[in-house]
């Protein structure tokens, strides 16, 4: 979709802290949302600058005081943030106003409908999938690697938004933020064989080249389990993290070390 459109997106400034937003969405009041870049921050290369990752090696009270400019920046208090463990699996955590501020446990989903607590996830090439249904006011976030995506995390999490928060599938926006797109994401025969035991169509979700190297297209793949979860409307970006590494952070793209940047949402 193109990025002028009324669902497209656009990249804006928050005190100096650059982040896209969804057109449509700014709309919406009590909606806050972010998908953040790596610039803005205090960390040092190879972790520079906006590093969210507390466990990639970075000097821990510079990870903290990068969470904090988020949170000055958005406008939310670091005790109404909710974190998780990523496993790359299809785990989904529903977030009560209990939770805030805390780290929960391993999960590659998360949803509320609480209002006054945001969610929050960390990515350098792994999928990040924005959910918001603004009749209920409720939203989700997702992590999806190609284990998770294979485990249909995306449509966990819809199906969860449904059962326990009352929402109609056919409500729910949904975006496919930064991250290893089919031009980069050369994979090996173990996650060929995978997709292909795993997921309906996967000849075309494996882009073959030439050189008889196979492309995983996770954007794709993710977008089609988001469809048939029955989500009204899915947005994918198409912003490749290893090709833009200049804006994000990429694990792929630099050698493994490098930080990880950050997705917030939530209503008030």
């Keep these: 979709m193109a990025a002028d459109s009324d669902f497209g997106f656009r990249l804006e400034e928050f005190d100096g802290l650059p982040a896209y937003l969804i057109h449509s969405w700014t709309r919406q009041p009590r909606l806050v949302h972010a998908i ?26 510079a990870v903290e005081a990068n969470h904090a400019r988020v949170y ?21 955590h529903l977030v009560t106003a209990r939770d805030g501020g ?8 998360m949803i509320t409908g609480q209002p006054g607590i945001f969610l929050s996830m960390r990515f350098a090439d792994c999928t990040p999938i924005l959910l918001n249904d603004s009749r209920r006011r409720a939203v989700g976030v997702v992590h999806a690697g190609w284990r998770g995506t294979l485990q249909n ?25 930064p991250s290893v797109g089919p031009c980069c994401y050369q994979v090996g025969s173990d996650v060929i064989a995978a997709v292909e035991a795993t997921l309906v169509g996967s000849e075309t979700l494996l882009l073959r080249r030439n050189d008889g ?34 804006q994000f952070f990429s694990h792929r793209g630099e050698g493994g070390r490098t930080g990880r940047f950050g997705v917030v949402i939530g209503y008030w």
């Design 36 to 61: 953040l870049t790596r610039h803005g921050g205090v960390s040092r290369p190879p972790y520079a600058t906006l590093n969210l990752g507390q466990a990639v090696g970075d000097d821990r009270a």
């Design 72 to 92: 000055q920046a958005l406008g939310i208090d670091r005790a109404q943030v909710v974190k998780c463990h990523l496993v790359h699996g299809n785990a989904v």
């Design 102 to 109: 805390q780290w929960l446990g391993k999960a590659d989903g």
């Design 153 to 177: 995390v995306a449509g966990a999490v819809v199906r969860a938004m449904i059962e326990a928060l009352g929402c109609r599938a056919g409500d729910i926006t949904a975006i496919i933020g």
């Design 213 to 246: 190297r196979a492309h995983f297209d996770l954007w794709k793949a993710n977008q089609r389990q988001l469809l048939a979860a029955g989500v009204g409307q899915v947005l994918n970006m198409e912003l490749c993290t290893v090709c833009h590494t200049h």
